[in-house]
């Protein structure tokens, strides 16, 4: 009888495996996208330690329901796996149970898909144990319509998930079984640690501490960014989804005691379907920010096509990004110091750029003090000014005031102190209470 592999530490076994990634164009991109999208594919196979051989594409007029590829094709890849003696085919696309059953069985090499690929990234790199039940229930979400072909990452040759590893079993009812149990006990897992996010975040609501939340498409920089203003020392690389798990601290912000920041993961084109919904609970952490900051690598040829993915998955996930309308967004123009002479003009905005955008560079710091002013003022937005009228031996409540409002004006007329400050209607009525 089969027996489910518990979710382990380490993924893959990262020796030398040398894949070929092939990418199917159905006529949808431009040729920049294409070339992006080739570029991108890359980086998520060298993200879980792949070794790519090259990154091709095919066009795919009428897709196959038996491989996806024409025969001819499929031949011509066979040709390049055996020249370039790789082990693994990466299709960066989409490929049904039967698609990827007959290319392996033809090829005779391990295929997976982009989602398999992105999946098998998310399981090596989830650190608490909510990213790794949720990597987990989107993981099996994916193999359950995938039986058809046996379960394969039932073999423990590599460890870990086991995308790439070897042959399993192919006791299909019992294994579906399995899947529908071990699913059922992640999402009540999932849920009891979502009623526990859900208090630690109703807690913060009722504190003064704003909430800002960094988003964006992976790699563009957040996580340099978070730690720069925070001290803290959150893993930064230069790798496609480096940050799995979310990760919140203070940091000094004008005009506020302090704020509360958090970094998440990022985004990227296609994110499977599985991930969007196992995540869900996370990205919430979004939909309940006082500021979502955009972090844009403005260095990327690319980085319209990125804020655009970013948007897409925001609007799915209920952000309203019209400007002017929802929670504010601050477009944090990031990697200014790679921007070379062809590029350089963006330094100088023109007046018709939004006014919500700062140019950054959170490696340097250059641009950081402006855009976390920028980040006090969007907070500032809605909060009301008044005249306060206190007196100079009031320590408790001019240092209040001075810790959870902005003290715009000061003046002194004998022993009292006359002040206009600028609050929340929140802190307002916090202040009365005093």
């Not at 940050?243 to 970094?263: C, H, N, Q, V, W």
Request: glycine share 8%; with cysteine.
């Amino acid at each position: 009888m089969s027996a489910l592999i518990p979710f382990e530490e380490k993924g893959l076994d990262q020796t030398s495996d040398r894949a070929l990634i092939v990418h199917p164009d159905l006529g949808s991109l431009s040729v920049s996208a294409l070339e992006y999208r080739l570029e991108e594919a890359a980086g998520l196979a060298l993200a879980i330690g792949l070794e790519a051989t090259s990154v091709r594409h095919f066009s795919v007029r009428a897709p196959k329901p038996g491989t996806l590829f024409g025969s001819g094709q499929v031949e011509q890849i066979g040709v390049i796996l055996r020249q370039e003696d790789a082990e693994i085919l990466i299709v960066d696309g989409t490929l049904s149970a039967i698609q990827q059953r007959n290319l392996e069985d033809t090829l005779k090499v391990k295929v997976i898909d982009r989602t398999g690929l992105i999946l098998e990234i998310f399981g090596a790199r989830a650190a608490t144990a909510e990213g790794r039940l949720q990597v987990e229930l989107a993981h099996l979400d994916y193999q359950a319509g995938r039986l058809v072909r046996s379960w394969t990452h039932l073999e423990r040759q590599r460890g870990g998930f086991g995308f790439l590893g070897g042959p399993g079993e192919t006791q299909i009812e019992s294994d579906r079984r399995m899947i529908r149990d071990r699913m059922a006990k992640l999402r009540r897992e999932l849920s009891h640690l979502r009623k526990t996010r859900s208090l630690h975040r109703s807690r913060r609501q009722k504190a003064p501490w704003p909430v800002v939340a960094l988003v964006g498409y992976t790699n563009a920089g957040k996580s340099t960014l978070f730690n720069r203003l925070t001290g803290a020392e959150v893993f930064a690389e230069d790798l496609l989804f480096a940050t799995l798990d979310p990760t919140m601290r203070e940091f000094p912000l004008p005009g506020y005691d302090k704020a509360i920041i958090s970094d998440t993961v990022g985004f990227v084109s296609d994110l499977p379907t599985q991930l969007v919904a196992a995540f869900r609970a996370t990205l919430e952490e979004v939909t309940s920010a006082d500021v979502i900051v955009h972090v844009r690598d403005i260095s990327h040829w690319s980085t319209e096509e990125q804020a655009r993915d970013v948007e897409m998955i925001l609007r799915e996930l209920g952000v309203v990004i019209e400007e002017g309308e929802g929670t504010p967004i601050i477009e944090a123009w990031n990697k200014i110091d790679l921007l070379n002479e062809d590029n350089a003009k963006i330094r100088s905005l023109p007046e018709s750029t939004p006014k919500n955008v700062c140019l950054i560079s959170a490696v340097t710091g250059e641009g950081v003090e402006q855009f976390v002013q920028k980040i006090s003022e969007q907070l500032s937005r809605n909060h009301r000014t008044d005249t306060v009228k206190l007196s100079v031996s009031d320590g408790k409540r001019l240092a209040w005031l001075h810790e959870n409002g902005r003290v715009l004006e000061t003046e002194q007329k004998a022993e009292d102190l006359i002040m206009a400050v600028q609050m929340s209607s929140r802190n307002w009525g916090r202040f009365a209470a005093l």
